[in-house]
């Protein structure tokens, strides 16, 4: 059973901190990681997307990847309210398979 | 620009009345996957279309069927609905390349979502 786990927060960090989001996957082979903000009643948008040990940065945004610990995060900084939202983590499987699993997502709270 | 269209946005229906929701997309996927979502949960695949080729989830109730008449149009079925099908229900696409057994899909794209109650 494919896994990616994520804790399901609320995380509240104040406005201009560093909010930290983490996910854990079981599929050692998996080779692409995605994180997807979700506003609630909305649907999916992705932010982030990383292939290769190490870190990528967008803007605010760095998704930071370590496969030997199988472990992906998302780290935004300078946090503003307006990042308050459902983080999803989502990876594909391995050995051809093109579908992600989901974790259930974690809550940010950013407070003024 | 819209790339994936979901109508209707918001579908009320009764018991047991069967509903379609329709998405489609201007980005020529070969991909299209229904997501069932419910509060605080994860969205769920009931299904996915690989072009043409219909791939059911083992646990999607015979409920829900879904058709794809060409690549741009996928529509969902839910026959008869129960209180327990009320959710978001998510289309999304991607463009997914390679050999059978390196298939690597690309991001994928959400449409905005119809929110199903059922009274």
């Given at each position: 059973?494919?896994?990616?786990?994520?804790?399901?927060?609320?995380?509240?960090?104040?406005?201009?901190?560093?909010?930290?989001?983490?996910?854990?996957?079981?599929?050692?082979?998996?080779?692409?990681?995605?994180?997807?903000?979700?506003?609630?009643?909305?649907?999916?948008?992705?932010?982030?997307?990383?292939?290769?040990?190490?870190?990528?940065?967008?803007?605010?945004?760095?998704?930071?990847?370590?496969?030997?610990?199988?472990?992906?995060?998302?780290?935004?900084?300078?946090?503003?309210?307006?990042?308050?939202?459902?983080?999803?983590?989502?990876?594909?499987?391995?050995?051809?398979?093109?579908?992600?699993?989901?974790?259930?997502?974690?809550?940010?709270?950013?407070?003024? | 620009?819209?790339?994936?269209?979901?109508?209707?946005?918001?579908?009320?229906?009764?018991?047991?009345?069967?509903?379609?929701?329709?998405?489609?997309?201007?980005?020529?996927?070969?991909?299209?996957?229904?997501?069932?979502?419910?509060?605080?949960?994860?969205?769920?695949?009931?299904?996915?279309?690989?072009?043409?080729?219909?791939?059911?989830?083992?646990?999607?109730?015979?409920?829900?069927?879904?058709?794809?008449?060409?690549?741009?149009?996928?529509?969902?079925?839910?026959?008869?609905?129960?209180?327990?099908?009320?959710?978001?229900?998510?289309?999304?696409?991607?463009?997914?390349?390679?050999?059978?057994?390196?298939?690597?899909?690309?991001?994928?794209?959400?449409?905005?979502?119809?929110?199903l109650t059922v009274l």
């Amino acid at each position: 059973q494919k896994e990616v786990e994520q804790n399901s927060g609320p995380l509240s960090v104040p406005e201009g901190a560093i909010a930290s989001l983490n996910c854990t996957y079981s599929d050692r082979g998996s080779q692409s990681f995605f994180w997807y903000r979700q506003y609630s009643g909305k649907s999916p948008e992705l932010i982030m997307f990383i292939y290769s040990n190490g870190d990528k940065e967008d803007g605010r945004f760095t998704a930071q990847l370590n496969k030997a610990s199988q472990y992906v995060s998302l780290l935004i900084r300078d946090s503003q309210p307006s990042d308050s939202a459902t983080y999803l983590c989502a990876v594909p499987s391995a050995g051809g398979s093109y579908i992600p699993t989901f974790g259930r997502g974690t809550s940010l709270i950013v407070h003024p | 620009d819209a790339m994936v269209i979901q109508n209707p946005r918001y579908q009320v229906t009764q018991f047991g009345k069967p509903v379609t929701l329709s998405c489609s997309q201007t980005l020529n996927h070969n991909v299209m996957y229904w997501y069932q979502q419910k509060s605080s949960q994860a969205p769920k695949l009931l299904f996915h279309y690989y072009d043409k080729d219909f791939n059911n989830e083992a646990d999607t109730p015979d409920n829900f069927q879904s058709r794809r008449p060409n690549t741009s149009f996928c529509f969902l079925d839910i026959r008869s609905p129960g209180l327990g099908d009320a959710a978001m229900y998510l289309c999304a696409t991607s463009r997914v390349a390679g050999l059978a057994a390196t298939k690597v899909a690309d991001t994928q794209y959400f449409g905005p979502g119809t929110r199903l109650t059922v009274l």
